[in-house]
């Protein structure tokens, strides 16, 4: 994890990537074996100590005593050179010398894993540093270190910490750099609305390669549009998009699963959306929300689908989505009791009816609801002040 931006993914969010598979139930037990070795080549040469005793507690690999206490040795030793070199600074060199032996040492906790000694170390680097630029890179440490962990608390204080330091000058790389942490933060909290919005506005700027590829980017930034914008900005934005259609074809199914959508070719839309599935249960920071988004994206398809219509067959509807008509009919009726989809189902004659409320009835109930939530609230005064 360093503090300059780089062109290759930082190598602890691989590794945090391969842990997260190696917990999950889905991965296949012949692919773990691979994925624990990947893991320990990636934490013995590092000597992460820390976070090797956390993989043991959590069995996630078994304790090797002497791979431990090597680590541990090893640790002690580098820890001892860098303090020495901090000594030497603050005696005989310059206020420069001094952050960068100090900034080493931040540098080296993060490598180990040990996160609260890092965030430490980073508030006394900070403390050392004077140019906007150079704060702004820390924070980036500790974002990082934040999506490491998926300490979302840290992320998100580090975001506003951030944007306070803007204010106070900043040059438009790190803005931009900034907007892909944040957006990367809504996402993997559910805000998928502002996390398009932030990925969208980052396409053609994008340099944020220490959290994740391109291609990856691309990914997230269909799948939060998908269900996020209008079907005019979606050709807008991202159909039509020429950073987009560079990257999505090298992406499995997801230039079917957009182009289908805006298309209205919905059999081929599922089979796209089903063969997405894997990728989005098996995304470290998408699995949580895996459930959420499925019943978004068909929400989207089937508002899409009835928006054309004022009554329309079940079985159109099946037939259109390649399913069966029971299928649908367990699936709308899901919907429409949720208040997802406007329409009921004539299950004798077998019809859905669309009943799209207009903006003046929406306003009018509106204002009836407020109202009678405003005269009750006077009621309950009026007892207390008649009391």
Not at 105 to 132: D, F, N, P
Not at 357 to 378: E, H, M, S, V
Request: aromatic share 10%; with cysteine; charged share 25%.
């Amino acid at each position: 994890m360093d503090v300059q931006e780089g062109t290759q993914q930082s190598q602890q969010l691989i590794l945090a990537h391969n842990v997260f598979l190696l917990k999950h139930p889905d991965v296949p037990d012949i692919e773990k074996v691979s994925l624990k070795d990947e893991v320990l080549n990636s934490v013995k040469p590092n000597d992460m100590t820390p976070y090797y005793e956390t993989l043991v507690a959590d069995k996630v690999v078994e304790l090797d005593q002497s791979v431990l206490d090597l680590m541990r040795s090893k640790n002690v030793d580098e820890i001892k050179k860098i303090d020495e070199k901090i000594a030497d600074a603050e005696e005989n060199l310059g206020e420069s010398e001094v952050r960068e032996a100090h900034l080493a040492k931040s540098l080296y906790y993060i490598q180990i894993g040990e996160k609260e000694k890092a965030l430490e170390q980073l508030k006394v680097t900070e403390s050392k540093t004077v140019a906007v630029g150079q704060k702004m890179d820390l924070v980036f440490c500790t974002l990082q270190i934040g999506f490491f962990y998926m300490d979302f608390d840290l992320i998100s204080k580090s975001i506003d910490k951030a944007k306070n330091l803007f204010e106070e000058g900043g040059d438009w790389e790190r803005k931009n750099r900034l907007k892909v942490y944040e957006g990367l933060y809504c996402m993997s909290t559910r805000n998928f609305k502002k996390a398009a919005n932030l990925f969208l506005d980052s396409i053609s700027t994008f340099t944020t390669y220490e959290l994740f590829p391109y291609d990856t980017f691309i990914f997230y930034t269909v799948l939060t549009s998908i269900i996020s914008l209008d079907r005019v900005s979606l050709k807008q934005k991202v159909v039509d998009a020429p950073e987009i259609l560079t990257v999505i074809g090298k992406i499995p199914y997801l230039s079917e699963f957009l182009n289908s959508l805006y298309d209205c070719q919905y059999k081929s839309f599922f089979l796209a959306f089903a063969g997405l599935t894997e990728q989005i249960k098996l995304d470290r920071y998408l699995h949580p929300h895996f459930r959420f988004y499925m019943r978004e994206v068909r929400t989207v398809v089937y508002s899409q689908f009835l928006e054309s219509y004022k009554s329309v067959t079940i079985e159109a509807m099946a037939k259109a989505f390649g399913v069966t008509v029971e299928f649908i009919d367990l699936e709308l009726s899901r919907f429409i009791a949720a208040g997802k989809l406007h329409c009921k189902i004539d299950k004798v004659a077998g019809v859905l009816e669309t009943n799209r409320p207009d903006a003046k009835n929406a306003l009018y109930q509106a204002t009836i609801k407020q109202g009678d939530f405003l005269l009750n609230r006077i009621q309950k005064l009026s007892r207390v002040i008649d009391l």
